[in-house]
């Protein structure tokens, strides 16, 4: 079951009505486990056992650990959930991926889906136990944390200090919850359903990005750049959304998940993307994978390396093969060149102001907006090879004149960016406003935005989607 | 000491309550009254009130103005009959091409489209005056040579055999894309083996494999996994209930269709786009077309399936959104291609004089009084009919001669 299927939201007011009346903690958590599981098995009972599993094995790690913090235990716990990625995540992969060496077929490994996710959240667990921070568990809470519906399949990567408390909660959802909630689950719905399956399909078949990355193999320079920035766009709604729906689909129950998405192609720097793109993701990295890395050895160079080391296992995460390796390690490289960068700035001139200028800001927003679309050409190219030759189609000045995409490609795009931009915009000047009368115009006039929302969701819902984040 | 506002809770019940049953009402009105009030014809909507996409039970009612007789009216209905049932015996004749195939501009009685008097020219050439073919309609709006591959790999698997003989229109304008729209991806999913193996037999045309992976459903996503019967069951069961008690569900697709019309109505007043702006055919999915029918004649030759291909006439105006160049290339690749793969190949491209061509109506959206490229009259496909029956008529006999024979 997806998460912006019709059957979905139903089941989820079904379990809305019925949670709703709980009163006792205890079998609200028994309730949202049996629906987590229910809901996890749709997509196969065999997932869901490995799940079980991993469950258990994690649960009595961390009774171990709890016990007695030691590193030998903890590097026990990290193997056994290395070993689980490794089975069923890279095992199956690497037999149809582009790190294609095992001599043996993977067709016979199954791949849970989100099995990246729960196990980084495992992971943490451990982490946190090894940091002797108070956590103390019951199985089924654990056994939520870990199957918790809205989490299981994509994220966002929760961590178990911050789901505790509000699984032990008493008190019911407020009206707060549910009305935030419902918007989320709306404003995601639109940006899933509407806008990334309009960039992926094109408003016509075959003038989206989905036929500009796969039929094509000759892009001239513009070809490349407005894919990366459409592509770019289409992850954006389609992961965005998919968190909108399932952090509103945890609100109704009251329940506050971590935010994945900030606004990330408004960031200035490179360094300030990763602070706003898949942010629970990323803030699991830093925590758990670079600060432990880079405070082993003092030297500077070492602290870059760590990044580097970072980012690459970061794109690796998202799948064994050389596109995605590729992606992070661009990353890596931009975030080390940033460091540098601001380094020097810093050394040759301590005086700066730390405040641009406008034109300064637009020029740097310019140039991290374009670096950044440019490295989901390794993101969505399906080898290395195809990465590496739309990489260099897009510095290729000679051929510049040559496209080969459809002007309404071009057109469809420039339209979405232009569209969101003008929407965020108008969206802070609004914020920004505080006028009571301002804000009962909006109040009144609500309704007709939310009902035109809703209209877009319901009259593309027929249109075959997918979720990309699924294949992590 | 605060003074208490005794209805302000009320009140603000009220305020909270409007915003989702305002938005309800809105979306349950608005929505329905759109989907009830504007129907949208997704065919015919960004063409005119002037053309005519051929529907069975126009040839019997036109019959006596066509000049055919009533068991010819029949054959005619029955070649534009979807599903068409099959004695397993008569040969069947796929007809293929993209919408100019299937319509007719300024529709007067007894106009029919050419696969009809196909059907018919082709029976009075038999003994007895009974059918000499099955003739199938298999044209699409826009049918790309992806398309093409695919249409044909399901006629030719089917049990039984809906192909033995293809005829192709090759419309220079489709060779600008090679997408396969959803419908027909889906329909094909039980033909993906097939095509898989046909891919692996070709390993000297890539750009075809290219075209025909990427058209596999959600190509480099794990979709796979996403494919839950029970899940997937019972969405089917909840979509279908909205369908049927709500016209807002029911026309989803239309009104997509719709609001896409109208960006492109938008498109071309803003960009000042017309019929006759040109419509360069760009190298890579020229070349990608030429691979997916040089595929699709290997195929139907390891089938023993007969093919002949004829390039579709174009208006001979100008300005004319066909570049000279491009359709000197295509007049030159076409005939080279079919005799490497043993089919039979007919430049159309003149055959149909200016006056058989119409304009759209002067009221038309986005089209007002400007010269339709694409269909042509009942006259032009009468005569692309006759010249068919010329050139190949004395083929078509054998080849349904030999195939009975074989049969019987």
Same mark, same amino acid.
């Given at each position: 079951?997806?998460?912006?299927?019709?059957?979905?939201? &139903?089941?989820?007011?079904?379990?809305?009505? #019925?949670?709703?009346?709980?009163?006792?903690?205890?079998?609200?958590?028994?309730?949202?486990?049996?629906? @987590?599981?229910?809901?996890?098995?749709?997509?196969?009972?065999?997932?869901?056992?490995?799940?079980?599993?991993?469950?258990?094995?994690?649960?009595?790690?961390?009774?171990?650990?709890?016990?007695?913090?030691?590193?030998?235990?903890?590097?026990?716990?990290?193997?056994?959930?290395?070993?689980?990625?490794? #089975?069923?995540?890279? #095992?199956?992969?690497?037999?149809?991926?582009?790190?294609?060496?095992?001599?043996?077929?993977?067709?016979?490994?199954?791949?849970?889906?989100?099995?990246?996710?729960?196990?980084?959240?495992?992971?943490?667990?451990?982490?946190?136990?090894?940091?002797?921070?108070?956590?103390?568990?019951?199985?089924?809470?654990?056994?939520?944390?870990?199957?918790?519906?809205?989490?299981?399949? @994509?994220?966002?990567?929760?961590?178990?200090?911050?789901?505790?408390?509000?699984?032990?909660?008493?008190?019911?959802?407020?009206?707060?919850?549910?009305?935030?909630?419902?918007?989320?689950?709306?404003?995601?719905?639109?940006?899933?359903?509407?806008?990334?399956?309009?960039?992926?399909?094109?408003?016509?078949?075959?003038?989206?990005?989905?036929?500009?990355?796969?039929?094509?193999?000759?892009?001239?320079?513009?070809?490349?750049?407005?894919?990366?920035?459409?592509?770019?766009?289409?992850?954006?709604?389609?992961?965005?959304?998919?968190?909108?729906?399932?952090?509103? @689909?945890?609100?109704?129950?009251?329940?506050?998940?971590?935010?994945?998405?900030?606004?990330?192609?408004?960031?200035?720097?490179?360094?300030?993307?990763?602070?706003?793109?898949?942010?629970?993701?990323?803030?699991?990295?830093?925590?758990?994978?670079?600060?432990?890395?880079?405070?082993?050895?003092?030297?500077?160079?070492?602290?870059?390396?760590?990044?580097?080391?970072?980012?690459?296992?970061?794109?690796?995460?998202?799948?064994?093969?050389?596109?995605?390796?590729?992606?992070?390690?661009?990353?890596?490289?931009?975030?080390?060149?940033?460091?540098?960068?601001?380094?020097?700035?810093?050394?040759?001139?301590?005086?700066?102001?730390?405040?641009?200028?406008?034109?300064?800001?637009?020029?740097?927003?310019?140039?991290?907006?374009?670096?950044?679309?440019?490295?989901?050409?390794?993101?969505?190219?399906?080898?290395?090879?195809?990465?590496?030759?739309?990489?260099?189609?897009?510095?290729?000045?000679?051929?510049?004149?040559?496209?080969?995409?459809?002007?309404?490609?071009?057109?469809?795009?420039?339209?979405?960016?232009?569209?969101?931009?003008?929407?965020?915009?108008?969206?802070? &000047?609004?914020?920004?406003?505080?006028?009571?009368?301002?804000?009962?115009?909006?109040?009144?006039?609500?309704?007709?935005?939310?009902?035109?929302?809703?209209? #877009?969701?319901?009259?593309?819902?027929?249109?075959?989607?997918?979720?990309?984040?699924?294949?992590? | 000491?605060?003074?208490?506002?005794?209805?302000?809770?009320?009140?603000?019940?009220?305020?909270?309550?409007?915003?989702?049953?305002?938005?309800?009402?809105?979306?349950?009105?608005?929505?329905?009254?759109?989907?009830?009030?504007?129907?949208?014809?997704?065919?015919?909507?960004?063409?005119?009130?002037?053309?005519?996409?051929?529907?069975?039970?126009?040839?019997?009612?036109?019959?006596?103005?066509?000049?055919?007789?009533?068991?010819?009216?029949?054959?005619?209905? /029955?070649?534009?009959?979807?599903?068409?049932?099959?004695?397993?015996?008569?040969?069947?004749?796929?007809?293929?091409?993209?919408?100019?195939?299937?319509?007719?501009?300024?529709?007067?009685?007894?106009?029919?489209?050419?696969?009809?008097?196909?059907?018919?020219?082709?029976?009075?050439?038999?003994?007895?005056?009974?059918?000499?073919?099955?003739?199938?309609?298999?044209?699409?709006?826009?049918?790309?040579?992806?398309?093409?591959?695919?249409?044909?790999?399901?006629?030719?698997?089917?049990?039984?055999?809906?192909?033995?003989?293809?005829?192709?229109?090759?419309?220079?304008?489709?060779? %600008?894309?090679?997408?396969?729209?959803?419908?027909?991806?889906?329909?094909?999913?039980?033909?993906?083996?097939?095509?898989?193996?046909?891919?692996?037999?070709?390993?000297?045309?890539?750009?075809?494999?290219?075209?025909?992976?990427?058209?596999?459903?959600?190509?480099?996503?794990?979709?796979?996994?996403?494919?839950?019967?029970?899940?997937?069951?019972?969405?089917?069961?909840?979509?279908?209930?909205?369908?049927?008690?709500?016209?807002?569900?029911?026309? %989803?697709?239309?009104?997509?269709?719709?609001?896409?019309?109208?960006?492109?109505?938008?498109?071309?007043?803003?960009?000042?786009?017309?019929?006759?702006?040109?419509?360069?055919?760009?190298?890579?999915?020229?070349?990608?077309?030429?691979?997916?029918?040089?595929?699709?004649?290997?195929?139907?030759?390891?089938?023993?399936?007969?093919?002949?291909?004829?390039?579709?006439?174009?208006?001979?105006?100008?300005?004319?959104?066909?570049?000279?160049?491009?359709?000197?290339?295509?007049?030159?690749?076409?005939?080279?291609?079919?005799?490497?793969?043993?089919?039979?190949?007919?430049?159309?491209?003149?055959?149909?004089?200016?006056?058989?061509?119409?304009?759209?109506?002067?009221?038309?959206?986005?089209?007002?009084?400007?010269?339709?490229?694409?269909?042509?009259?009942?006259?032009?496909?009468?005569?692309?009919?006759?010249?068919?029956?010329?050139?190949?008529?004395?083929?078509? /006999?054998?080849?349904?001669?030999?195939?009975?024979?074989?049969?019987?």
């Amino acid at each position: 079951m997806t998460v912006y299927s019709v059957s979905y939201l &139903l089941c989820l007011a079904g379990l809305w009505l #019925l949670i709703m009346p709980m009163r006792s903690a205890i079998v609200r958590q028994c309730v949202l486990l049996a629906a @987590s599981y229910v809901f996890y098995a749709t997509h196969g009972l065999d997932f869901l056992a490995v799940l079980i599993a991993s469950t258990v094995v994690n649960y009595l790690m961390g009774r171990l650990l709890r016990k007695s913090p030691t590193i030998g235990l903890l590097w026990i716990g990290i193997a056994l959930n290395v070993l689980i990625l490794a #089975l069923f995540k890279y #095992l199956p992969e690497a037999g149809h991926g582009a790190l294609a060496w095992p001599p043996y077929s993977a067709r016979w490994f199954i791949r849970p889906i989100g099995v990246s996710f729960w196990t980084f959240q495992a992971l943490s667990y451990l982490f946190d136990l090894y940091r002797e921070e108070e956590l103390d568990p019951t199985p089924i809470e654990f056994a939520l944390y870990m199957s918790f519906w809205p989490t299981v399949l @994509s994220g966002p990567v929760c961590r178990l200090p911050e789901m505790l408390p509000q699984f032990r909660q008493a008190p019911g959802p407020t009206w707060d919850d549910v009305s935030r909630g419902t918007w989320r689950i709306t404003i995601g719905l639109f940006m899933k359903i509407v806008m990334a399956g309009v960039l992926d399909q094109g408003i016509m078949p075959g003038e989206g990005v989905r036929s500009g990355f796969d039929l094509y193999d000759a892009w001239g320079p513009l070809d490349v750049w407005m894919l990366a920035v459409g592509y770019g766009m289409q992850l954006y709604f389609d992961f965005a959304g998919y968190s909108h729906i399932v952090i509103g @689909s945890a609100r109704l129950f009251g329940i506050e998940l971590l935010e994945n998405f900030d606004r990330p192609y408004f960031s200035l720097t490179v360094s300030q993307f990763w602070t706003r793109w898949h942010m629970s993701l990323s803030f699991w990295i830093r925590d758990y994978l670079f600060l432990p890395l880079a405070t082993l050895f003092r030297p500077m160079w070492w602290r870059n390396a760590a990044l580097l080391l970072s980012m690459t296992l970061f794109g690796f995460w998202h799948g064994a093969t050389w596109p995605f390796v590729l992606w992070g390690a661009y990353h890596g490289v931009l975030l080390v060149g940033h460091r540098l960068i601001q380094q020097t700035r810093r050394r040759m001139n301590p005086e700066r102001s730390n405040n641009p200028h406008s034109l300064e800001r637009f020029i740097t927003w310019a140039f991290t907006f374009a670096l950044i679309c440019l490295g989901w050409v390794f993101f969505r190219s399906h080898s290395a090879h195809q990465a590496i030759t739309m990489f260099a189609s897009a510095f290729d000045l000679t051929h510049f004149r040559t496209h080969v995409l459809r002007p309404n490609f071009y057109l469809m795009t420039a339209g979405v960016l232009l569209g969101y931009f003008v929407f965020s915009g108008i969206r802070v &000047l609004i914020e920004r406003a505080d006028a009571p009368g301002m804000r009962r115009l909006l109040w009144l006039m609500s309704p007709a935005y939310y009902a035109a929302t809703v209209l #877009l969701i319901i009259v593309w819902s027929k249109q075959e989607t997918v979720f990309v984040y699924f294949q992590f | 000491m605060t003074t208490t506002d005794p209805i302000a809770p009320a009140r603000s019940r009220l305020a909270r309550l409007y915003p989702p049953f305002a938005t309800l009402i809105l979306v349950l009105v608005v929505g329905n009254l759109w989907a009830t009030r504007y129907r949208f014809n997704a065919l015919t909507a960004a063409q005119n009130e002037r053309l005519r996409f051929t529907q069975g039970g126009d040839a019997q009612r036109d019959a006596s103005t066509a000049g055919i007789t009533l068991a010819e009216a029949k054959m005619a209905e /029955q070649a534009v009959t979807q599903n068409r049932i099959t004695d397993g015996v008569r040969p069947q004749l796929m007809f293929t091409g993209n919408s100019q195939a299937l319509a007719i501009m300024d529709h007067k009685d007894g106009d029919m489209i050419t696969p009809q008097w196909l059907e018919i020219l082709l029976a009075r050439k038999s003994p007895d005056a009974s059918p000499l073919y099955d003739v199938r309609l298999c044209a699409l709006p826009n049918l790309t040579e992806t398309e093409l591959v695919i249409e044909l790999i399901g006629a030719a698997e089917h049990q039984p055999r809906q192909v033995d003989v293809l005829l192709s229109g090759c419309v220079l304008e489709e060779f %600008r894309g090679i997408s396969v729209r959803d419908e027909l991806m889906n329909g094909a999913t039980p033909l993906w083996p097939s095509i898989d193996a046909l891919v692996k037999a070709n390993p000297d045309l890539p750009e075809a494999a290219q075209a025909l992976k990427s058209a596999q459903p959600a190509a480099g996503t794990s979709v796979n996994q996403m494919h839950v019967p029970l899940a997937a069951r019972f969405d089917d069961r909840v979509n279908a209930a909205l369908d049927r008690r709500l016209p807002l569900f029911a026309e %989803r697709a239309k009104m997509q269709a719709q609001i896409s019309f109208w960006y492109y109505d938008l498109r071309n007043r803003a960009l000042r786009i017309t019929t006759a702006t040109a419509r360069p055919v760009p190298q890579q999915p020229y070349q990608a077309s030429l691979e997916l029918l040089e595929m699709t004649l290997r195929y139907a030759r390891s089938k023993n399936i007969h093919v002949v291909l004829y390039l579709a006439p174009i208006r001979p105006v100008k300005p004319n959104p066909n570049l000279p160049q491009d359709v000197e290339r295509f007049r030159k690749d076409m005939p080279s291609l079919a005799a490497r793969c043993g089919a039979l190949c007919l430049d159309y491209t003149d055959l149909v004089p200016e006056q058989l061509w119409t304009n759209y109506p002067d009221d038309a959206a986005g089209t007002q009084g400007q010269r339709d490229f694409a269909h042509f009259t009942g006259a032009a496909h009468k005569l692309l009919a006759d010249r068919l029956m010329v050139d190949v008529g004395p083929q078509l /006999q054998n080849w349904a001669r030999e195939i009975k024979a074989a049969r019987q």
